[in-house]
């Protein structure tokens, strides 16, 4: 199997709870012996979708095609990663219960919101790294300082770089699972300005264990800016499975098309997004998109970097020095007028000619 015939096998499996189609095509596969299981793992472990790869295949009793071997070896990694997302899930209320009972409401975002809110059959499925929510910009500050009491601290004494990003660094806490990212952003510049607190926050989700997320459609449409501008997918052209994934499941609860056609901005990001994912899952009913030239032109190139990647890395690279280069002119230009700015740089000077002892 080519890395291309992987990528989309995967992508198949993971629809395979609801799509018959691709169920269909996907046993006709196993029974033919021709899977290379070793660049399935390989593939599907890249991409962060080896339990919902695994869960999946459960479901659909498909699990007697498989070595046995293989088998043992999903069963163990998907009962670690759901035994680690149970223990977020735990750290995740204590901060909610903290923050609570000093007058701060977090809201929590992506995968940490899916696993409080039983979004997956299974909170094995999401394989999720930090804890992320979000607050407002007046509890912004509050927020990191209460966490600090409570003992969550940065991993290292460095430069603060809260002004260049969408939350405070990253923060950690003894003996916890995860670390914490307060947001006082979901998204970059500029796009914040559509999407942004004031924006969600009429239409928080609270449940009885009062745990607020983003309504069903904010969490799509944080799902899409997630993938396309902040991890700069409508440049790099990337394939994700784990934000497909993530796609494809809220497509089995709202009308994905009818959503971005009413949040009425960035459609042409976002319906290539949708295009991109229903290319990769083989066309599943629910990923409702509008088929236009737009879409074509980005499968088109997409597709191209699968079969050449040499070509992706390239693209990627390219686009990470145009953003640094554009980050470090913007600091140095606003640093004449914004005193964060002229620290940060000062700091920078400061630990560059620091004396080595």
Same mark, same amino acid.
């Given at each position: 199997?080519?890395?291309?015939?992987?990528?989309?096998?995967?992508?198949?499996?993971?629809?395979?709870?609801?799509?018959?189609?691709?169920?269909?095509?996907? &046993?006709?596969?196993?029974?033919?012996?021709?899977?290379?299981?070793?660049?399935?793992?390989?593939?599907?472990?890249?991409?962060?979708?080896?339990?919902?790869?695994?869960?999946?295949?459960?479901?659909?009793?498909?699990?007697?095609?498989?070595?046995?071997?293989?088998?043992? #070896?999903?069963?163990?990694?998907?009962?670690?990663?759901?035994?680690?997302?149970?223990?977020?899930?735990?750290?995740?209320?204590?901060? +909610?219960?903290?923050?609570?009972?000093?007058?701060?409401?977090?809201?929590?975002?992506?995968?940490?919101?899916?696993?409080?809110?039983?979004?997956?059959?299974?909170?094995? &499925?999401?394989?999720?790294?930090?804890?992320?929510?979000?607050?407002?910009?007046?509890?912004?500050?509050?927020?990191?300082?209460?966490?600090?009491?409570?003992?969550?601290?940065?991993?290292? &004494?460095?430069?603060?770089?809260?002004?260049?990003?969408?939350?405070?660094?990253?923060?950690?806490?003894?003996?916890?699972?995860?670390?914490?990212?307060?947001?006082?952003?979901?998204?970059?510049?500029?796009?914040?300005?559509?999407?942004?607190?004031?924006?969600?926050?009429?239409?928080?989700?609270?449940?009885?264990?009062?745990?607020?997320?983003?309504?069903?459609?904010?969490?799509?449409?944080?799902?899409?800016?997630?993938?396309?501008?902040?991890?700069?997918?409508?440049?790099?052209?990337?394939?994700?499975?784990?934000?497909? #994934?993530?796609?494809?499941?809220?497509?089995?609860?709202?009308?994905?098309?009818?959503?971005?056609?009413?949040?009425?901005?960035?459609?042409?990001?976002?319906?290539?997004?949708?295009?991109?994912?229903?290319?990769?899952?083989? +066309?599943?009913?629910?990923?409702?998109?509008?088929?236009?030239?737009?879409?074509?032109?980005?499968?088109?190139?997409?597709?191209? #970097?699968?079969?050449?990647?040499n070509k992706e890395i390239k693209n990627r690279k390219k686009w990470d020095i145009y953003f640094l280069y554009k980050s470090r002119l913007t600091i140095v230009i606003k640093s004449f007028y914004d005193k964060n700015n002229r620290?940060?740089?000062?700091?920078?000077?400061?630990?560059?000619?620091?004396?080595?002892?």
């Open positions: 199997m080519t890395y291309k015939e992987t990528l989309f096998f995967i992508g198949k499996c993971l629809t395979i709870t609801h799509e018959e189609h691709n169920r269909l095509e996907v &046993e006709q596969e196993l029974k033919n012996g021709q899977v290379n299981w070793d660049a399935v793992v390989k593939v599907s472990t890249a991409q962060y979708v080896f339990p919902a790869l695994y869960c999946n295949l459960k479901r659909a009793n498909f699990l007697h095609y498989l070595p046995e071997e293989l088998v043992n #070896y999903m069963v163990h990694i998907t009962d670690l990663n759901r035994e680690r997302n149970q223990q977020i899930i735990e750290q995740a209320y204590e901060i +909610n219960t903290l923050l609570l009972a000093n007058n701060v409401t977090p809201i929590f975002l992506k995968g940490t919101a899916f696993l409080l809110q039983d979004f997956y059959e299974d909170i094995a &499925e999401r394989m999720v790294g930090d804890i992320d929510f979000l607050v407002s910009d007046e509890e912004f500050k509050k927020t990191v300082e209460i966490l600090k009491i409570d003992g969550y601290l940065t991993p290292k &004494e460095g430069i603060d770089r809260t002004f260049l990003n969408r939350h405070y660094d990253k923060i950690i806490k003894k003996n916890k699972t995860a670390s914490v990212e307060v947001h006082y952003k979901m998204v970059h510049n500029p796009y914040h300005k559509k999407f942004n607190y004031t924006t969600i926050k009429k239409t928080i989700k609270k449940n009885k264990n009062k745990i607020c997320t983003l309504s069903d459609e904010n969490q799509f449409l944080m799902t899409c800016f997630n993938k396309q501008m902040n991890d700069r997918g409508q440049l790099n052209k990337t394939i994700s499975l784990r934000n497909s #994934y993530d796609l494809y499941i809220h497509s089995l609860k709202i009308d994905t098309l009818k959503t971005i056609k009413k949040f009425n901005y960035y459609f042409k990001e976002f319906n290539a997004f949708l295009g991109s994912t229903a290319f990769v899952f083989n +066309n599943p009913k629910t990923i409702l998109f509008e088929n236009n030239l737009d879409v074509e032109k980005f499968l088109t190139i997409q597709i191209n #970097y699968i079969n050449f990647p620290q940060f740089i000062i700091t920078k000077l400061k630990n560059l000619f620091k004396p080595i002892h």
